[in-house]
């Protein structure tokens, strides 16, 4: 059986592993998940990264939107507001609502995240073994100009308030540094056949999951083929604003670039868009085995296509 | 300016208040809530009989129930219960979710109980103040037989889950006796003009307050005249089951043995319904100058018709 190790964050991650789930259904897939856009709102312990995996996967999410649960209402969220307590700009709906309290009370019984969500995933049954990348605390900070003034900004204000709209000087995982990995989450990296990073963001979502001391490390030392797949289509983000974060670390938003961020230390094997079958030199002469298939995530048999490419590629460079 | 404090539980205090404001509109109501029935629930602070008076006074009541908000809906109860958590026999809606969500911010932020309910009434303007008995935590427990074994549940298990359909052996107010009367309420009582005892069960509401050491010496001591409403006509409660709750503490379910129980050093007045005019004697043999009026609380017309007679008595024996 084909253990494979995922590295994600919210929509494109969720997405990716849905199709790779379709692709190997024998396999068993360990997600590694992103909890560094996690957010405090309401008292609650808001997990989107997280919930996005789970969700969709699960069967709840709302599909047009990419997260959030699918029939959703807002009643909790309109009564906040009539008392006048927000944010309003976080669109926390009623079934959401309890995930987050389901969440925030066993973690106030002294329950760690990683079992706190494997609680949660008991009903959901995603089909994947998914872990935060840590039990700790870490939470993205983006660095910008509001007001005439340099603000460090929670990223979900910067994500979802702001709508990126203004530029990001520096991407910050706060806590990261002092961070240990999830239990389970270095063991599963140990053990698995293949890594993947799929189309997520490279710093905010993927970075932040490396940026956990031990996690970079043991992917390098597994000696087994990491495989990504390019989150940028013709120089441009396929889902969401990549190209913000990737300035603000002052990558170029292409996909030859993202992979030379990676790097050939880490990264084995590029899967590139056809749109871009231009830069398959490019990042090949960084030592990365590149391909270039189609990459837009229009199905899950369009994805779950994504995934055999990976998959296929790992094959080719582990051989 | 008329000065009137009222120790009020739930829904028969509530729509007593009503009936006062109307009647007296222009008069200065202090409202004394009980808080014994306060529970926690998903890990958020519930205050049943204070979002009683204020959703009642504020014109957002489910009027049909007498408790909760109009126009519910209970989607995050029914997402919590997928998750399988509980209890399921708590009916909190989701409005009604979005006031606890908002006081337990409050609290855990270091307000006390008072300051959140004022902050909450900010929305509702009942019309009254609104103040909790104490700002210490009160917890009402009933003493019942459950599995053949004697067990103290709390006062919600007991009234909602189990429908009072067991006997009650005791009645105790957890945390009563090292409980401080919350700041306001010994000055509105000796501010007072009048005091009012409404139609609220005898034992958890109007009981529980007067537990609270301090308020029931300062309303003997307010030297006005203090009437009480019978919550009990033709030996049955009008609204709930508090012929339960006095059979634990040995009081007979009647209008009359409801005074004798307040008694004649806290008690002025007593108002009983005609039905139980038969009564009037052996109140008034006790020391209680007693009245017999309907006290059916059919409309908000008819309540306010008892507000008017009660005031009336405490003129009486105020004169």
Redesign the interface.
């Known amino acids: 059986m084909q253990r494979i190790v995922v590295l994600a964050g919210g929509v494109g991650g969720a997405r990716f592993l849905r199709g790779l789930r379709s692709a190997v259904p024998e396999a068993e897939i360990t997600v590694i998940g992103n909890t560094g856009d996690d957010i405090h709102l ?3 312990k808001v997990c989107p990264d997280l919930d996005t995996v789970m969700y969709t996967l699960g069967g709840g999410i709302n599909e047009a939107q990419g997260w959030g649960r699918a029939d959703e ?1 807002f ?6 507001a ?4 927000g944010p309003e700009w976080f669109g926390l709906g ?2 959401d ?3 987050h ?2 969440r ?2 066993m973690l ?1 019984a002294g329950y760690p995240l990683s079992e706190v969500t494997e ?2 995933c008991a ?1 959901w049954r995603p089909g994947v073994r998914l872990l935060p990348m840590t039990d700790d605390r870490v939470e993205t900070h983006v660095a910008v100009d509001l007001d005439g003034e340099r603000k460090a900004v929670h990223f979900q204000e910067y994500w979802v308030r702001l709508r990126a709209s203004v530029d990001a000087h520096a991407v910050v995982p706060v806590g990261a540094e002092q961070a240990t990995p999830a239990p389970g989450v270095l063991d599963a990296i140990a053990a698995a056949d293949v890594v993947l990073f799929p189309p997520s963001n490279p710093v905010v979502s993927v970075g932040t999951i490396l940026a956990v001391p031990g996690v970079r490390e043991a992917i390098a030392e597994a000696g087994v083929p990491v495989i990504g797949l390019s989150p940028i289509v013709g120089d441009a983000p396929v889902h969401g604003m990549a190209d913000k974060m990737l300035a603000a670390i002052g990558v170029r938003s292409t996909a030859a670039a993202v992979a030379q961020h990676y790097g050939s230390g880490l990264l084995d094997g590029w899967l590139v868009d056809t749109t871009d079958a231009a830069t398959v030199r490019e990042v090949e002469e960084a030592g990365i085995r590149c391909v270039a298939v189609p990459l837009m995530m229009t199905s899950e048999e369009a994805t779950a296509r994504m995934a055999d490419e990976a998959l296929a590629l790992a094959a080719e460079v582990g051989a």
Chains 1, 2 share one sequence.
């Open positions: 309401f008292g609650l209402s009643t909790v969220k309109e009564e906040l009539a008392y006048g307590v009623d079934r609502f309890a995930t309290i389901v925030t009370q106030a609680a949660l009903r």
